[in-house]
């Protein structure tokens, strides 16, 4: 499978793409076909082991670039944590994504991608990469525990000071060795528009610089695969099915649009969002138009320019989209009631981001009672320990991952210009 940049460039490799992140030209990678899967697959879905499915659904992405005995190993390695989809009532079902080693999906895509780079290192000891990553909350935890101790690959995360959880911030800054974190003074869209701007600037050029957000192909693409594992685990395949995704950066729901693009029988997408509200008003309008970012209870989803919703365009361009696909936003009251609502009603603790999944799914089914809803419930509670204790007024248990995390000393240096980044990665 070869990849083009959404902007008009040529077709590059999978390796090239992944090296990358962004395209010369600035454009997201997107493969050049999509492949088509046979209806026997989804005949026999229900009684294949989770990595023969995942394997089945990504080979056609990535052979014959990485070999199938090499590919089976890293979707055994990526998908080596439980993805339980747990029904709350005749329905509803929630699809747990936070069972991996920093307690968020984004362990997925991190694994995947560390994994696949790693592989292509092993073949070209010579090159090396620069991972240059910013993060809303989670996916710096997730980089950091993936990419730690890969060689040849050093990693730079960037995260807005103060605007992620304390646990979110220990996962990211307390792994040292190849890893190295910066507090930036500003938005999750302060520290994307450095990340890009690094991308651009030849004086980087020494470092091999990479992303390791949704842009870079490894790091979206892998994410397709716990689709096709909820739908093998529903039971009433011949229901119509509504997935409802709490959405940021719009690179986890538009994995599933490449699924159900791929031939996976979903219905529709929902895309729930905080106020950070940019696509569900695009879906009104047809017009582009960010806001400042405000600060959420949500805060993994406080991005007001979603990098991926440019792919989402090109799996399903024009009118297309609306069929099937639909956005809402919710605020932080009523995040909160939701909260409580899945607490007092099935005994369920849902961090912020998966009760906003909850009501833009509760909202498709007042209109449109016959479907079965799934919605993701993308981090673990812990990782919001105040707002979830104070909201259900209840006291949570520390896992004892998150535990040992307590007693290590963060590791970070501040910066607040583009300037104070490159004086600090050039040194
Ligand atoms: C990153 C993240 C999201 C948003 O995912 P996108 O792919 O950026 O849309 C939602 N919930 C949590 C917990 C996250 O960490």
């Known amino acids: 499978m070869n990849y083009r940049s959404l902007q008009g460039g040529e077709a590059v490799s999978f390796e090239t ?17 999509i492949p088509q899967l046979p209806a026997s697959f989804f005949e026999k879905i229900t009684n294949l082991s989770k990595e023969e499915i995942g394997f089945e659904v990504i080979r056609p992405f990535l052979a014959p670039e990485i ?20 029904p709350l009532d005749e329905n509803t079902a929630v699809l747990e994504l936070f069972h991996g080693p920093t307690l968020a999906f984004k362990d997925v895509g991190a694994r995947f991608m560390s994994r696949c780079l790693a592989y292509f290192n092993k073949k070209q000891t010579s090159v090396h990469n620069t991972v240059l990553v910013a993060t809303s909350g989670d996916t710096g935890g997730a980089v950091a525990d993936g990419f730690l101790d890969v060689s040849g690959i050093e990693v730079a995360i960037l995260y807005p000071e103060g605007k992620v959880s304390d646990i979110q911030e220990r996962q990211l800054t307390t792994l040292g060795r190849n890893v190295k974190a910066f507090a930036v003074a500003g938005s999750f869209d302060d520290c994307q528009a450095m990340v890009k701007r690094a991308f651009l600037d030849s004086d980087f050029e020494n470092l091999g610089l990479t992303s390791a957000n949704s842009i870079n192909v490894a790091r979206w693409l892998p994410q397709m695969m716990y689709y096709f594992l909820a739908y093998a685990a529903v039971k009433n395949k011949n229901q119509n099915l509504a997935i409802c995704v709490p959405s940021g950066n719009f690179g986890n729901i538009c994995a599933g649009l490449i699924a159900k693009k791929m031939g996976l029988p979903i219905a529709h997408f929902i895309a729930a969002t905080n106020v950070n509200d940019t696509v569900p008003r695009y879906m009104q309008t047809k017009e582009l138009d960010p806001k400042p970012t405000i600060p959420t209870i949500s805060n993994a989803m406080d991005v007001s320019i979603p990098s991926n919703f440019v792919r989402v365009l090109e799996l399903f361009p024009g009118d297309t989209l609306a069929q ?9 009251a009523e995040t909160k009631v939701a909260m409580r609502d899945l607490y007092d009603t099935f005994g369920y603790v849902a961090d912020p981001h998966g009760a906003v999944g909850y009501l833009g799914l509760r909202a498709f089914q007042k209109t449109h009672p016959d479907y079965y809803g799934i919605f993701l419930e993308t981090a673990h509670p812990i990782k919001f320990p105040d707002v979830v204790e104070e909201t259900l007024e209840l006291k949570l248990n ?15 240096e501040r910066i607040s210009t583009y300037a104070d980044l490159k004086a600090k990665l050039l040194h």
């Open 17 to 33: 793409a992944v090296r990358r992140g962004l395209a010369p030209d600035n454009g997201l990678y997107f493969p050049t076909d």
């Open 67 to 86: 070999d199938d005995s090499s590919l089976l190993q890293i979707v055994t390695e990526t998908l080596c944590f439980d993805f339980p989809l747990v």
């Open 324 to 332: 099937l696909f639909s956005a809402v936003a919710f605020t932080d």
């Open 398 to 412: 520390y896992p004892s991952s998150v535990q040992k995390l307590l007693d290590l000393e963060k590791k970070f």
